[in-house]
């Protein structure tokens, strides 16, 4: 473990924490989310086109779904059921007792480009990102076409249908989530990811959030030197936690960052859960990794349906 100030990790992990890997054989990892009703973390094996969940107690690891068209992030609503995010499909999508509908796949007339990552806030709102990366990897997806021309950061209104883009300024917005009063849009922005020729960004930008759910003030919160931002948390105290390539990165809210905790593969994302809700499990690249902390998720306990 490294960091700018070593001893600020004592308010963030036990002092014998660890990395220890839960489960293994997936192609590559992504989209966890800890379902408190049954015990497991369910995620994406987005390449093998399944849903996988490990139960952390016993270590056995079982397949949710197959043929699932690419599945990526996913969230609890308030209900508890899985909001998720569909590459093949390209869209939003809810599983509620075993049965899969759409939320949304569509804005102004035009597909979806291949929706990335989802929260839902606390009035019901579901925001997500909309990068490319399901229509230009045929093994994430299907090939396609941008068809309103950018990759915007959406905001649906579960109550009255009504979709909008948020966020229009980051090229390919991946990772997204709240500060704990909601008063702060994270969106990271991945475009370097397919690029070899050393262009792109790798970094995290935050927004204001208007009582109208209007985005403004857009800056970069923090660079990731050595990766990207594919996905992260906010915890109960605001600090970001992201994944960082080969490790996970915690960032104050202030941008500083805080501590680098290597891990065995690339982190694609992670979430919070466990009984008390301080266990941070880690998916990257073929497996689930689990890391014991001293906090929480910002957003209160959702029991899963």
Do not use: K
Request: hydrophobic share 35%; proline share 6%.
């Amino acid at each position: 473990m490294t960091g700018n100030d070593a001893p600020r990790s004592t308010a963030l992990l036990p002092a014998d924490a660890l990395v220890t890997r839960l489960a293994t054989g997936a192609s590559w990892s992504e989209g966890p989310v800890w379902l408190a009703g049954a015990g497991v973390l369910r995620w994406s094996d987005i390449p093998g086109d399944r849903i996988l969940e490990v139960d952390p107690v016993s270590g056995v690891t079982t397949v949710h779904r197959t043929d699932v068209e690419f599945t990526n992030g996913r969230t609890l609503d308030l209900d508890g059921s899985v909001v998720q995010c569909s590459h093949g499909r390209r869209r939003v999508e809810r599983e509620r007792d075993g049965v899969v509908t759409s939320l949304v796949d569509s804005w102004d007339g035009h597909r979806l480009n291949s929706p990335n990552d989802v929260v839902v806030a606390s009035d019901g709102a579901v925001w997500f990102s909309d990068p490319p990366y399901g229509i230009v990897q045929p093994h994430e997806g299907h090939p396609g076409v941008r068809e309103y021309g950018g990759c915007y950061v959406f905001r649906l209104d579960q109550a009255s249908g009504e979709v909008r883009p948020v966020v229009l300024d980051v090229e390919e917005p991946n990772g997204l989530a709240f500060s704990p009063d909601e008063r702060l849009l994270y969106v990271s922005d991945t475009s370097a990811a397919l690029r070899t020729d050393g262009t792109g960004n790798h970094h995290i930008r935050v927004y204001e959030v208007g009582p109208d759910g209007t985005c403004t003030g857009g800056r970069v919160f923090a660079e990731i030197d050595g990766g990207l931002s594919d996905g992260f948390r906010v915890d109960v105290e605001g600090r970001v936690w992201t994944s960082a390539g080969a490790a996970v990165q915690v960032f104050a809210p202030t941008g500083e960052l805080l501590i680098t905790v290597p891990v065995p593969e690339t982190v694609g994302n992670l979430c919070f859960g466990g009984p008390d809700g301080t266990d941070l499990f880690i998916a990257a690249t073929t497996s689930i990794y689990h890391l014991a902390t001293l906090t929480r998720d910002a957003v209160g306990p959702r029991v899963a349906s």
